[in-house]
């Protein structure tokens, strides 16, 4: 007697998330260059032309692994968006949630994102950039509207305060700084926020070690 297996499928959007997960491990451990499109396939238990079905080369798989880790950043972040506080509780919530975030990261993730391939660098940042000037472009201009802050291009504003955070937060972990390096870099990344939004509110709670 003849027993047909039925064969086992997952569902695609199951199969895709799988895949993502597994890569990031097989990124974190070998880093991108070294990582291949069949070592993803081997450590979800398919083949390689399966992985092909869902990601068209090694770069859009990374995309996708950069772009849960920013989701990860900002679905925790967005939250302080929704509730009643005023702008400058808000600019202060998220920059504290920013630095925290970062502060809780263990050092082959900052290695992998930040320090690795020049290109995964810059999509990285250019895709937390953009997202972060959407959350803090908001704040400021509601900012604005209560008067407590003060700028006249608030577009271009949210750019320059953005970079900062992001160049404030990379250099710490590049110049391996001590406690007190940290503290003097977030004072100067204040004291920049304060004089660009003519305020004297903003402040950062938490330090970086």
């Known amino acids: 007697m003849n027993i047909l297996k039925k064969?086992?499928?997952k569902d695609?959007?199951?199969r895709k998330r799988e895949i993502i997960k597994s890569a990031t491990t097989i990124f974190l451990d070998k880093g991108y260059e070294k990582t291949s499109v069949e070592d993803i396939a081997r450590q979800v238990n398919i083949v390689k032309g399966a992985v092909y079905y869902y990601f068209d080369s090694k770069e859009s798989i990374f995309e996708a692994v950069v772009s849960e880790v920013v989701d990860d950043i900002f679905d925790f972040n967005t939250k302080c968006m929704e509730n009643e506080l005023n702008a400058v509780d808000k600019f202060n919530k998220l920059l504290n949630n920013i630095y925290f975030y970062l502060a809780k990261q263990d050092l082959d993730t900052i290695n992998l994102f930040l320090f690795g391939n020049e290109l995964i660098r810059s999509r990285f940042l250019k895709v937390v950039s953009d997202r972060i000037?959407?959350?803090?472009l908001k704040i400021v201009k509601q900012g604005i509207e209560e008067k407590s802050f003060s700028c006249q291009h608030p577009e271009k504003m949210t750019s320059i305060l953005v970079n900062g955070v992001l160049y404030n937060a990379v250099e710490m972990y590049r110049l391996n700084m001590l406690e007190e390096e940290h503290t003097a870099f977030i004072d100067i990344t204040i004291d920049m926020?304060?004089?660009l939004l003519s305020t004297e509110e903003l402040k950062l709670?938490?330090?970086?070690g």
């Open 205 to 208: 709670e938490i330090g970086m």
């Open 193 to 195: 926020f304060n004089s």
């Open 133 to 136: 000037t959407e959350l803090f």
């Open 7 to 9: 064969r086992i499928t």
């Open 12 to 14: 695609p959007e199951d």
